[in-house]
């Protein structure tokens, strides 16, 4: 009930997945992307533990299509899985169990995967699939929005989308973007919203990582002249202060 694109970007070695489902959060299910060790995309039927057992062997060193033969051996209901897993060289591997519900499938391209399960048609996961593709002077986190952006455009699941998430990551042991839609109507469009509006904000949350003096996210956003509308204090609050009370 899922449509993924996972990718590793040649030029930056950058990882990650942006999906999208019927079902509610999905990002806290179906998405496995760890620095320096790889992805994995593990849908349809999700089984966490069998995703984290071959993130343990991407972390080993073992190449995308061993772990996917490791999973195979080991998981007796895997044709109720549809996986895609791409290592850290780029080798990308996937597999449609006979059990996802139909139209599933997936594409295979130079070190990234798109798939999709209770889909419209096959014409879905080929929009991600081009989408991808057609983007590629496009950042990477863009990149894999515009592609699920595509295949909802080109008619997503026949029940609709409910949640979608990004996760990538970069250089970096902490995440690039992180985020998750858990609930909504329109998911994708609520994800590109959050995406854009936090993208100035990439470079701050990477320098603060290393560098604590760097200042307050607001004071960084308005030194370059970037305008953000963030949280209020609720009315009895906001009242209390002005009064010179303290809040009840």
Request: charged share 25%; hydrophobic share 40%.
């Amino acid at each position: 009930m899922t449509f993924t694109v996972a990718a590793r970007c040649p030029t930056t070695g950058s990882i990650g997945i942006c999906i999208a489902t019927s079902s509610p959060m999905v990002g806290s299910r179906c998405v496995h992307v760890m620095h320096n060790v790889g992805v994995i995309a593990h849908q349809a039927t999700p089984e966490p533990r069998q995703a984290r057992y071959g993130m343990r062997l991407l972390g080993e060193g073992a190449r995308a299509p061993k772990v996917l033969r490791e999973l195979e051996e080991n998981d007796a209901d895997i044709e109720f899985r549809q996986i895609a897993i791409i290592d850290i060289h780029g080798k990308a591997v996937a597999r449609t169990g006979q059990e996802n519900r139909n139209w599933a499938g997936h594409l295979v391209g130079d070190g990234f995967v798109a798939l999709g399960n209770l889909l419209e048609g096959a014409h879905v996961v080929q929009a991600i699939h081009d989408g991808y593709l057609v983007h590629a002077d496009q950042p990477f986190d863009e990149r894999l929005m515009r592609a699920i952006e595509a295949g909802r455009d080109a008619g997503g699941q026949v029940e609709g989308q409910t949640s979608a998430a990004i996760l990538v990551y970069d250089q970096q042991a902490v995440a690039r973007v992180d985020i998750r839609v858990d609930l909504s109507l329109e998911p994708i469009a609520e994800l590109r919203r959050q995406f854009d509006w936090f993208q100035p904000l990439v470079p701050f949350y990477a320098e603060r990582c290393n560098n604590p003096r760097v200042g307050r996210h607001k004071d960084w956003l308005k030194a370059r002249g970037i305008e953000r509308q963030f949280g209020v204090p609720p009315a009895h609050v906001a009242a209390a202060r002005a009064a010179g009370k303290r809040p009840a």
